[in-house]
């Protein structure tokens, strides 16, 4: 299984970047999928969930209204727009995959996702 992430970069705080995660090695439409991050020193965090078939969508405060996760299962990809960077959103993003057996299922634990991408970096500066 690879999930390969891109789409990272350096943007001024207000700017936007949309992530893009490509799986393979995996029946993806039995996955949900999720994106954390994190930044230097800190630990990593729950970004965004989306179930199998992309119907529920999940965010925490810190992000809710500016990010959106959407996923192609014809494509085998999952994406995160993200709009109105703050320098706080700086981190290194992962995406990952959960094996759900429901459609309503997604995690935002870590520790629930069984496939990790490698990571790609976005930095927000002020």
């Known amino acids: 299984v690879q999930l390969q992430a891109s789409g990272g970069g350096l943007v001024q705080a207000g700017g936007s970047l949309r992530l893009s995660c490509a799986a393979s090695g995996l029946i993806f439409s039995n996955y949900a999928m999720g994106w954390f991050r994190q930044a230097p020193g800190k630990e990593r965090e729950f970004v965004a969930a989306?179930?199998?078939?992309?119907?529920?969508?999940y965010y925490p405060d810190s992000v809710k209204g500016r990010f959106t996760i959407s996923r192609d299962n014809a494509k085998n990809t999952v994406n995160l727009q993200m709009i109105s960077l703050k320098p706080e959103d700086t981190a290194v993003y992962y995406c990952?995959?959960?094996?759900?057996?429901?459609?309503?299922?997604?995690?935002?634990?870590?520790?629930?996702?069984?496939?990790w991408g490698q990571g790609t970096l976005v930095t927000v500066s002020s």
């Open positions: 989306v179930s199998r078939s992309g119907g529920i969508r």
């Open positions: 990952a995959a959960d094996r759900a057996y429901m459609d309503t299922t997604y995690s935002v634990r870590d520790y629930e996702y069984d496939y």
